[in-house]
């Protein structure tokens, strides 16, 4: 009868939020209760996997993954790059105080056991696959690995449990197996692809070996953190406006396509580095990305009175609000985690069909009946990361 009551309450709260345009959302309740729809929506009762697409769409192709054969196939459940979605949320969630029981719960018995099916056991160095081990082989992408390896690592660090520490150890394997001299060193993209060295590979893979260096105080990880940075920024930074470019070619040529998970984990690299060195070049660096970043990413809508996020992948905004956060962390400066927080209370009211799941479209002129599981995952991760900083 009290979780009766409790889940009552909670759900009398949450349906009153959108009615109420000057009250703050509580970004805790919003995370929770998305992470439950998606659960309810994505999920099934036979496994612990997830669908890429809710309602499941037959006709889906995966473009993201460079390989017309593989995205032909019809795919009955999430690629590994959406379901490490629901691991950074769960990771998220866990890291509320009051929530770290329940959610370290569901990483262990939900997230954890339907990302054992993305392991690949069969190609060494062990590391996971773009599609489930029970499907034809698919390719292995670093920078998948290196979004599991960040997630192992955060567990480990909130949690201390020494299975988690163990799965990103293996997990820096693999990346450190996607190196080469060439181009002077960078880790390509794709391990059956090795054409490019993207800044989706190489900075979060800084972000990732400092994390690692926090878990182990062994230094070499703090090295390898530090090269990666340097050589991302030598090699992938625009010096016109500080942000980045997507990728270069083993021929040298640069694909100046930019997106804000790139520029994102460069900030966050930059602000660990300034944390762990208390070098303040790293911080002067950081502060310029994080203004690059909201000049860029954001713009002014008539009738708000804040930067509204433009359309993209709205998981790559949440990656770039990781870096934003470290950087808050570092000098107090909460202009970037406000217009954050504006954002997120707009989304809550504007942007959610009747079933509680989220439009991608900022703009609100584009609902599309189709959700996709990054997409929420995403949103979780923001309103958890938000809660945590008590906004």
Same mark, same amino acid.
């Not at 959302?25 to 998606?38: E, G, Y």
């Not at 920024?233 to 930074?237: A, G, Q, S």
């Given at each position: 009868m009290k979780l009766f009551s409790f889940c009552a309450v909670l759900m009398i709260q949450l349906c009153i939020i959108p009615l109420c345009a000057q009250e703050k959302? @509580?970004? +805790?309740?919003?995370?929770?209760? $998305? !992470?439950?729809? &998606?659960?309810?929506?994505?999920?099934?009762?036979? =496994?612990?996997?997830?669908?890429?697409?809710? @309602?499941f769409d037959e006709n889906f192709k995966a473009d993201y993954l460079n390989n017309n054969e593989q995205a032909a196939q019809q795919k009955k459940y999430a690629y590994l790059w959406p379901f490490s979605g629901s691991f950074s949320a769960v990771n998220a969630l866990m890291e509320l105080p009051k929530q770290k029981k329940e959610y370290q719960? &569901?990483?262990?018995?939900?997230?954890? &056991?339907?990302?054992?099916?993305?392991?690949?056991?069969?190609?060494?160095p062990v590391g996971y696959a773009s599609y489930l081990n029970t499907a034809a082989a698919s390719d292995r992408f670093y920078d998948d690995n290196i979004w599991l390896g960040i997630d192992f690592t955060d567990s480990y660090l909130y949690t201390k449990k020494d299975v988690y520490l163990t799965k990103a150890k293996e997990i820096w394997t693999f990346v450190k197996s996607g190196e080469d001299s060439l181009l002077g060193g960078g880790i390509y993209?794709?391990?059956? %692809?090795?054409?490019? %060295? =993207? $800044?989706c590979s190489n900075a979060p893979a800084s972000?990732?070996?400092l994390k690692l260096f926090e878990a182990t105080k062994d230094s070499v990880y703090f090295l390898e953190g530090k090269r990666l940075y340097h050589w991302t920024?030598?090699?992938?930074?625009d010096p016109t406006d500080r942000l980045y470019w997507d990728n270069m070619r083993l021929n040298g040529h640069l694909d100046k396509a930019k997106y804000s998970y790139n520029s994102g984990q460069m900030l966050q690299a930059a602000a660990l580095l300034y944390r762990l060195t208390k070098e303040k070049h790293y911080l002067i660096h950081a502060q310029k990305i994080a203004e690059a970043c909201y000049s860029y990413f954001f713009q002014d809508v008539t009738g708000q009175d804040f930067k509204l996020l433009k359309n993209? =992948?709205?998981?790559?905004?949440?990656? !770039? !609000?990781?870096?934003? &956060?470290?950087?808050?962390?570092? +000098?107090?400066?909460p202009k970037y985690i406000n217009v954050f927080a504006k954002n997120l209370n707009y989304a809550w009211r504007y942007m959610r069909d009747e079933k509680g799941l989220f439009y991608a479209d900022w703009t609100l002129k584009n609902r599309k009946e189709k959700k996709d599981l990054l997409d929420q995952c995403a949103f979780v991760e923001m309103y958890a990361r938000l809660a945590k900083l008590n906004y």
């Open positions: 959302v @509580p970004f +805790d309740l919003a995370a929770s209760q $998305t !992470m439950k729809r &998606i659960y309810q929506f994505f999920g099934n009762s036979d =496994n612990r996997l997830l669908l890429e697409k809710y @309602p719960k &569901i990483l262990d018995k939900k997230v954890l &056991i339907g990302l054992h099916v993305y392991r690949d056991e069969k190609r060494l993209w794709c391990e059956q %692809k090795k054409e490019s %060295k =993207n $800044t972000v990732f070996a920024k030598e090699n992938l930074e993209s =992948n709205l998981w790559f905004h949440a990656v !770039m !609000m990781r870096g934003f &956060i470290s950087l808050y962390e570092q +000098d107090q400066n």
